[in-house]
């Protein structure tokens, strides 16, 4: 059974940093991408940020670019998303998931296992 689990939220100061970490129990995680998302209340979900199989590709999405960066260790299978510099409208429930292929995407079509969640807060 696929497990995604985050970790890593909590209540943070603007301007202040979080680091969320995702462990999977994947079989296939070293052929897959994998990708953050977050979701605000009265929001649809969005993409944050993914990784491709090996860490050398990564796509981030414009507002986050620069602030956070995204990494992941096979031999651990685990996924990290270091978040700097925070600010009110980061605050979400934020994703972590398995991507279908080994690729990044941006898209959320492209995903098909997903974490429950963690919460991150910015106090502004």
């Known amino acids: 059974q696929v497990q995604l689990v985050e970790s890593g939220g909590g209540l943070v100061q603007a301007g202040g940093s979080l680091r969320l970490s995702c462990a999977a129990s994947l079989r296939t995680f070293g052929a897959s991408a994998m990708g953050w998302f977050r979701q605000a209340p009265g929001k649809e979900r969005e993409f944050v940020a993914s990784v491709s199989w090996n860490g050398g590709t990564t796509y981030y999405r414009d507002s986050v670019k620069g602030r956070f960066t995204m990494s992941r260790d096979n031999a651990k299978k685990m996924v990290y998303l270091q978040m700097n510099s925070l600010n009110a409208e980061d605050t979400a429930v934020y994703y972590c998931?398995?991507?279908?292929?080994?690729?990044?995407?941006?898209?959320?079509?492209?995903?098909?296992?997903w974490g429950q969640g963690t919460q991150v807060t910015v106090s502004s």
């Open positions: 998931a398995s991507g279908r292929g080994m690729w990044p995407s941006t898209s959320l079509s492209e995903y098909d296992f």
